[in-house]
């Protein structure tokens, strides 16, 4: 939570602090910057990312948030995104970069800018700074709003005035590509492995725990992993929940048969495998569960 009464927002507008204002932990801005743009440049050039951007199916751009603050009553505020993706055609005649994305979003005056590197075709000053690329019109979009996630889908983008020299052939106000924003502002889950566990009532065990301290959390592991008992392998069964509630705990266990246990009576086995719990974007644990199962003493 933002302890300041107020917090600057890239100079555009200010949003007051309250219980409201949450500071997001991840999720990611997609903008395709141009449909007709990025066809055009397939066809005469080639467009690389770098910096963790990626591409989408739909041959957008998805640039990770690494920070930012929103409101979780109105959606309104910032996100600033990493990663960059660089278009050039025409022996580098055309070579233009568009990174890291700074989001605002505002009731006026809401943009995307960036880190923009361009050679105008024909001649010109390169340009090398960061400036805003396009207008959002918020005002047309609902934001949407989960336990620990904001999302604004396709935002309408037009070109802004500085935008104009970046790309070089479109004049201000023409449409873009509309710009997204997944943001996740989730505590990370508490995971905690248990190193060695013994075998206890129907053969099982706790391996792991789970505390979701803003939720629900989601849990992914595996129904059946496999135990080794020396140099031999058994099934066994993983018990894990799907989700798991706001400000709960949890345990992932493993049970194997009645046989297995006999055959671990009085000796151990190991099992390993993998476990994520997740709060949303930015809030995950991701990590290999590995325990020592110690069986009942025979009797």
Not at 241 to 247: E, K, L, Q
Request: contains cysteine.
């Amino acid at each position: 939570m933002l302890a300041a009464a107020s917090v600057a927002l890239g100079g555009a507008f200010a949003v007051t602090a309250s219980a409201e204002t949450v500071e997001v932990k991840g999720g990611w801005a997609v903008w395709g910057v141009k449909e007709s743009f990025r066809t055009y440049i397939g066809g005469a050039g080639e467009i690389t990312l770098s910096g963790g951007a990626t591409e989408n199916e739909d041959g957008t751009y998805r640039f990770p948030i690494a920070s930012g603050t929103l409101d979780t009553e109105t959606g309104l505020g910032e996100v600033q995104a990493t990663g960059s993706v660089n278009f050039f055609a025409h022996g580098r005649a055309l070579n233009i970069t568009v990174a890291n994305p700074r989001v605002v979003l505002a009731p006026t005056g809401a943009k995307l800018y960036a880190d923009a590197q361009s050679v105008p075709m024909g001649g010109g000053d390169p340009i090398d700074d960061n400036r805003d690329l396009v207008n959002l019109d918020v005002e047309a979009v609902d934001p949407e709003f989960g336990p620990t996630t904001i999302e604004w889908s396709s935002i309408p983008a037009t070109l802004a005035e500085n935008g104009v020299p970046v790309f070089g052939r479109y004049p201000a106000e023409t449409t873009m590509d509309p710009v997204s924003v997944v943001a996740g502002f989730g505590e990370t889950p508490g995971l905690k492995v248990v190193g060695q566990a013994r075998l206890g009532k129907r053969a099982k065990a706790a391996v792991a725990k789970v505390r979701c301290k803003t939720g629900p959390c989601e849990v992914a592991a595996p129904k059946r992993t496999k135990i080794r008992v020396g140099k031999r392998q058994f099934k066994a069964k993983v018990k894990a929940p799907d989700r798991v509630g706001d400000g709960k705990r949890a345990q992932i266990v493993v049970q194997v048969t009645k046989r297995v246990a006999k055959k671990l009576a009085g000796r151990k086995g190991t099992v390993k495998f993998d476990l994520w719990v997740g709060a949303g974007p930015g809030a995950e644990v991701d990590t290999t569960v590995k325990t020592t199962l110690v069986g009942a003493r025979a009797r």
